[in-house]
């Protein structure tokens, strides 16, 4: 059977990889970046590159957007050459991560010109992009979720968890749990540092205990060498907390925890100027907030 064209809205830190693994699953590709250097390296590997986003999703079969939040994206779906060429019955899958209501917004405003529209947003960073296992979490019809499942496998593990604005509804509840983890191990990492034992040791012995994570091994190695070179932009991490805490409000709930560890990475962005950093560099906040900076 031949495979699905797709192009691709987005290859930066995530949306490369993620191009790179369509690649090598067969997948004929486009690929888009507002800034063309950022996608020219996925030509070596079979893409097309392409200078508008209207010429990348001319005809294709699928369009994946991975664009830095709902706005970016709405703007370029307004773009009036880009939805002439739309192709008829094709599938958009919204793979950043916005607001629930904006993926909503996505799929009824593609349904008028015939579209379906799944919303697929991710977990996992850049090495799940690189690595092909990201979580992917997906909202839209079952029968949809069915046709765009293979594409989706070839990024890594997607699960259908509900109608429209499911998907992006659900990465709001893991970045809350990502952001509350972080600053935990934060806490734990900075406490073993000063009291004399060694932080690394302790990660290996808590593997497969309770408090063990992905956070605690991955960036608690990161906080304690002091490697932050971003995989999860702390700016990023601002923006998806923003937009829990605005969920959370619309359904009448107050998220005190996630209220204030975005307090802290939103100083961090602003009175740090940290927002181009790992989000893992909350432990940088920590440590000034305890006079160690």
Not at 220 to 229: I, L, P, S
């Amino acid at each position: 059977m031949t495979k699905p064209t797709i192009a691709l809205l987005g290859t930066g830190l995530m949306g490369a990889p993620m191009s790179a693994n369509l690649l090598r699953a067969g997948y004929p590709l486009r690929v888009w970046n507002r800034t063309r250097a950022k996608a020219e390296p996925l030509a070596a590997a079979g893409a097309q590159v392409c200078d508008t986003a209207a010429e990348a999703v001319a005809g294709v079969d699928v369009v994946i957007s991975m664009l830095a939040d709902g706005p970016t994206t709405a703007a370029v779906q307004a773009e009036p050459a880009l939805r002439a060429g739309l192709k008829p019955g094709a599938l958009w899958i919204e793979m950043a991560s916005v607001k629930p209501a904006e993926a909503r917004a996505q799929a009824q405003d593609l349904a008028s010109l015939g579209l379906r529209h799944l919303d697929a947003p991710v977990s996992g960073g850049t090495k799940g992009a690189e690595a092909g296992t990201l979580a992917i979490m997906v909202g839209g019809e079952a029968e949809v979720f069915a046709e765009a499942e293979p594409v989706l496998a070839a990024m890594g593990r997607p699960v259908h968890v509900g109608p429209s604005g499911s998907g992006e509804l659900s990465k709001l509840a893991n970045q809350s749990i990502v952001a509350i983890t972080i600053a935990a191990v934060a806490e734990a990492m900075l406490l073993l540092e000063r009291g004399g034992a060694d932080p690394a040791a302790v990660r290996d012995a808590l593997k497969g205990g309770f408090a063990d994570s992905t956070i605690l091994q991955q960036h608690g190695q990161r906080m304690t060498e002091g490697n932050f070179v971003p995989g999860g932009l702390t700016k990023f991490q601002v923006k998806d907390l923003d937009n829990v805490l605005a969920e959370a409000a619309g359904l009448g709930l107050t998220l005190p925890t996630t209220h204030d560890v975005n307090e802290r990475f939103r100083h961090l962005c602003d009175a740090m100027e940290g927002g181009d950093m790992d989000h893992s560099a909350l432990y940088l906040e920590l440590k000034k907030r305890n006079g160690l900076l």
